[in-house]
């Protein structure tokens, strides 16, 4: 069973920086991508960034334009997430997730298996 663990939201001001954090279990953790999502109340799960097993190859959302950063650490078991210039369109509960179907990145949520409780962001002044 693989566990997600996701860390580091709050509430920060418009302009501002969060940096998240997912801890994950587990020997295979280089062998699948990794991606984060956010949903927003009211609204349907989005996709945000993901990253192949190896971190060569990352992709991001439209939205994001530039702002964010996707990485991980495979000695760590780790995945971050750095957003810069935050905007309150920005607010949702964000999530980590494994991809299903081992190092390739995809975009549909239907493509992760597993899934963290999510961490709260929110961008306000």
């Known amino acids: 069973q693989v566990q997600l663990v996701e860390s580091g939201g709050g509430l920060v001001q418009p302009g501002g920086s969060l940096r998240l954090s997912c801890a994950a279990s587990?020997?295979?953790?280089?062998?699948?991508?990794m991606g984060w999502f956010r949903q927003a109340p009211g609204k349907e799960r989005e996709f945000v960034t993901a990253?192949?097993?190896?971190?060569?190859?990352?992709r991001y959302g439209d939205f994001v334009k530039g702002r964010f950063t996707i990485s991980r650490d495979n000695a760590k078991n780790m995945m971050y997430l750095q957003m810069n210039s935050l905007k309150p369109e920005d607010t949702a509960v964000y999530y980590c997730?494994?991809?299903?179907?081992?190092?390739?990145?995809?975009?549909?949520?239907?493509?992760?298996?597993?899934w963290g409780q999510g961490t709260q962001v929110t961008v306000s002044s």
């Open positions: 997730a494994r991809g299903r179907s081992g190092p390739y990145i995809y975009t549909h949520d239907g493509a992760y298996d597993y």
């Open positions: 587990g020997r295979t953790f280089s062998t699948y991508a």
């Open positions: 990253i192949s097993g190896s971190g060569v190859s990352t």
